[in-house]
């Protein structure tokens, strides 16, 4: 059995003692007891400091391994936050992505709509230019503007001078208009009359505003009631002189400006019902 340090030192000291108090040994032998001694003390000294050594190492090992548990516990939570944001991230982007879908598809109907009218548009005004004599497109212009047909129809061909009485020579072009009208039932027909600026005062006729609301309102009478235009498809409105196309100052720009207009338009309730029910994105229609 090896002896410990301390239990080695204590009888390497007794046996020095004895051997001192007895003189019963030879120097040889005292020297080398002396030497055991004192190698023992040394042993005692690095076991001791071995000792301290490891009690600190083990502080510090314990230190540490604190310090990792409280890392990993914040690691931990930055990692659950981080799964936590990602999460929501991931169900923004997708709800994103489906707005954006939705979004694309409210486009192209707009768009498939407004193509829709606008061919439409261009096929009526075709057909109504080549229903009309050459005579009659001198008194007749035929406009697309903003997907809206414009017939403006001059004064001195519609009426006499100061009255909202239609001519005879008129009713072929109304009828003619008027079959364009027909044949596109779903386009609504506004009738909108126009003066110049020179006063008017007669017995049933107070102002421009009376002249230019009865002109409309007789085309309008004629479409409906001699051709058989739906009257819910008509309008009639008076512009009086507050809508000019040309300069008053001269006669040929008030000639211009006395003109009577059909407006034709395409019925806008598909468009209202896209603008006011746009598509649902994707996980709204699910």
């Given at each position: 059995?090896?002896?410990k340090p301390?239990?080695?030192i ?7 003692a ?8 030879t120097r040889?032998?005292y020297?080398l ?9 040394v ?16 502080a510090?090992?314990?230190q540490?391994n ?10 931990q ?11 929501q ?8 992505v ?19 009218s606008?061919s439409?548009?261009?096929v ?20 697309v ?12 061909m519609?009426f ?13 072009t109304?009828?003619?208009?008027a079959?364009?009208i ?39 009478q ?22 000019p196309?040309a300069?008053?100052s001269?006669?040929s ?10 407006i034709i ?5 598909q ?11 994707a996980t709204?229609?699910?």
């Amino acid at each position: 059995m090896t002896l410990k340090p301390f239990s080695r030192i204590m009888l390497a000291t007794a046996a020095v003692a004895t051997l001192t108090l007895t003189s019963c040994v030879t120097r040889k032998k005292y020297n080398l007891l002396l030497d055991d001694y004192n190698s023992t003390k040394v042993e005692l000294a690095e076991s001791k400091a071995y000792n301290k050594s490891l009690d600190q190492m083990l502080a510090e090992a314990k230190q540490n391994n604190q310090q990792l548990k409280d890392n990993l516990a914040a690691l931990q939570g930055t990692l659950n936050q981080s799964i936590a944001q990602n999460t929501q991230g991931n169900v923004n982007i997708s709800k994103l992505v489906d707005e954006i879908n939705a979004s694309n598809r409210y486009i192209k109907e707009l768009i498939a709509a407004k193509d829709k009218s606008d061919s439409l548009n261009m096929v009526l005004t075709n057909n109504l230019t080549r229903s009309l004599s050459r005579d009659e497109l001198k008194d007749v212009d035929v406009k697309v503007l903003k997907g809206v047909v414009y017939i403006s129809l001059a004064d001195n061909m519609l009426f006499r001078t100061g009255s909202y009485e239609i001519s005879d020579k008129a009713m072929a072009t109304l009828s003619k208009i008027a079959k364009i009208i027909k044949d596109y039932k779903d386009y609504d027909v506004l009738v909108e009359g126009n003066t110049d600026n020179v006063p008017i005062s007669r017995t049933n006729i107070r102002n421009n505003w009376d002249l230019s609301t009865l002109r409309a309102s007789s085309v309008v009478q004629v479409l409906q009631n001699k051709f058989g235009v739906d009257p819910s498809r008509l309008s009639a409105a008076g512009r009086g002189e507050y809508r000019p196309i040309a300069d008053n100052s001269t006669e040929s720009g008030r000639q211009r400006n006395r003109r009577t207009e059909i407006i034709i338009t395409p019925n806008l309730d598909q468009f209202m019902d896209l603008i006011g029910n746009p598509p649902a994105s994707a996980t709204e229609q699910d």
